[in-house]
């Protein structure tokens, strides 16, 4: 999720060229110098046969639903899915679930138990991310034995009770860097990971980590962790939040000198860290609609009695027809944004989102750098407009 001498036999540069294509680093340098690499294919184009990136590798397609999205569940087909995460499960400070939490409520209801229908249906495996975003809580529960085995015992229960077969562990810890955090963590994620393993045959566990946790990594040792997990989930969303100060790319493929960091960087961070089967690419099938100074690419975001606001796939869509918006591929980053005019509040609007081009470019990174797969946030936020976004996965990523 290191970095040929011209021979006299080009058969010797062939051979050197296709063992480094086998290669890691060459994956991650391919996808960031294409040009370079493309010369260097033509030149000795017509001596064997190299790796075709269009070549069809069947690979994860996950999705988290949220409990706020249930509503939706009878809209959506889930056939292209092979796993779906319920989200999600709150843990508190003690290493117990939140039993107050609309989570658990979500879970048991009519719409929760179709959702589950649904899934089982469609031959997926049916999945539960446990979260807590508290980095006070989450330093809590992982520095004590006791707090972590609490942990560990509850999950397991839920899965059993539930029929889940696969866990999500989504702990996104945002305080500073400590080494002693860092080796609870890697032990408590191992301890939960062989329990999960041992106790339901088949499952998998997966971690959610920040684009940047290579670069920052926090408590998160990525080398060990990859070593533990069946999968990481780079969340290759929330470049620009919905609190940003300048609206922008939620998810830019490019653009890293203009933004400071980009999806293909942090793959690349990962590649150095964790096996490419076990990365998935966490994708956004929603976007953020903010009220901007002008409307300009990138203009500031201001004050305004409607605020920013996410904006689903449908909503996005919607919103651009209704105000005839010219919808706008901006080639640094490789994503779609546009501007429109809200007349009620008398300001300027900027919605950046994916659409199939965009997130086409993405799953062709996904194949490149022969990723196991991709996870994408959030399942109900794509509903029945978005039949191209899911076109595009099938052509890239199709599982069955």
Known sequence: MAKPLRF???????????????SLAFLSYFTLYPEQVQALIKRIRGEGQLISTSTKVPKEVAGFYPYWNLSKVTELDFTNLSTVYY??????????????????SGLNSNNGKLLKEKVLQNGARWGVTIVNLSANSITRNISDPARQQTIIDNTIKVMKQEGFTALNIDLEYLGRPDNRRKQSFTTFTQKLTDAVHREIPGSTVSLDAFADSVKKPGIFDMKSLGEILDHVIIMGYDFHPLASQIAGPVAPLTGKERYGYDVTTSVSDYLSKVPPQKLLLGVPFYGYDWPTEKDERGSAVISSPQGPKVSSYARTVETAQKNNSLVNFDDESKSVWFSYFDKQNHTWRQVWFENQRSLGLKFDLVNRTNLGGIAIFALGYDSKEAKPLWDEVKLKLKTR
């Not at 036999?9 to 063992?19: A, F, M």
Request: hydrophobic share 40%.
């Open 87 to 104: 989200f999600a499960l709150h843990l508190k400070r003690d290493g117990t679930f939140n039993e107050n939490d609309p989570g658990i």
């Open 8 to 22: 006299s036999r080009r058969q010797v540069l062939l051979g050197v060229l296709i063992g480094i294509l086998s």
